[in-house]
T-cell receptor, first 118, second 113 residues
Framework: DTGVSQDPRHKITKRGQNVTFRCDPISEHNRLYWYRQTLGQGPEFLTYFQNEAQLEKSRLLSDRFSAERPKGSFSTLEIQRTEQGDSAMYLC????????????????FGEGSRLTVL | GEDVEQSLFLSVREGDSSVINCTYTDSSSTYLYWYKQEPGAGLQLLTYIFSNMDMKQDQRLTVLLNKKDKHLSLRIADTQTGDSAIYFCAEIPLLGGSYIPTFGRGTSLIVHP
């Protein structure tokens, strides 16, 4: 158990529909990341939050992608007007570190939400 | 280069050693990581090395770091079929100040009897 729960695990949708993925970090953490992973590739950074602040969103793939994190708890990633090229695994990860426990910067990943756009 | 680079595939016989190589981008990265991804699962940290170290050993795993060449390797001794997975090299580049973990494309390790 990595302390990160993602839902749904698999979403099949038709092109043009909107989809939303949810990430619930169960464990204490500082940062929450969203990555996309396509077949044969490593995780590709999309955006991240520090508490409820979204500190980097320029790497979101297009203006159809948006992420939110109300109240600094769970996070959602929405894709509007989905395209076949959006088919991928969407990974959420948390990073735990603080001044008291600097840690090593490792990420704890959820199992991902797989999107298939028909 | 600007990307974390890894070879895509490695095939070994059970019981042999596996060596997976990686070239990273930022010589100021404080920690370098190896993550493992099994089929249908998320990534899990396998091991890491602090940048002031040349080598780290953890049971069957040995990590070697060459900071001058920005080269990282992972050696798995006595490779087992359960080691078959995709292995990702990762760094947290300090350049630019965002400290965003950056991953390679992954090396698919295939272990055959």
């Amino acid at each position: 158990d990595t302390g990160v729960s993602q839902d749904p695990r698999h979403k099949i949708t038709k092109r043009g529909q909107n989809v939303t993925f949810r990430c619930d970090p169960i464990s204490e953490h500082n940062r929450l990341y969203w990555y996309r992973q396509t077949l044969g590739q490593g995780p590709e950074f999309l955006t991240y939050f520090q508490n409820e602040a979204q500190l980097e969103k320029s790497r979101l793939l297009s203006d159809r992608f948006s992420a939110e994190r109300p109240k600094g708890s769970f996070s959602t990633l929405e894709i509007q007007r989905t395209e076949q090229g959006d088919s991928a695994m969407y990974l959420c990860a948390i990073q735990r570190h603080s001044r008291q426990t600097p840690g090593t910067g490792e990420l704890f990943f959820g199992e991902g939400s797989r999107l298939t756009v028909l | 280069g600007e990307d974390v680079e890894q070879s895509l595939f490695l095939s070994v016989r059970e019981g042999d050693s596996s060596v997976i190589n990686c070239t990273y981008t930022d010589s100021s990265s404080t920690y370098l990581y190896w993550y493992k991804q099994e089929p249908g699962a998320g990534l899990q940290l396998l091991t890491y090395i602090f940048s002031n170290m040349d080598m780290k050993q953890d049971q069957r795993l040995t990590v070697l770091l060459n900071k001058k060449d920005k080269h990282l390797s992972l050696r798995i001794a006595d490779t087992q079929t359960g080691d078959s997975a995709i292995y990702f090299c990762a760094e947290i580049p300090l350049l630019g100040g965002s400290y965003i973990p950056t991953f390679g494309r992954g090396t698919s390790l295939i272990v055959h009897p």
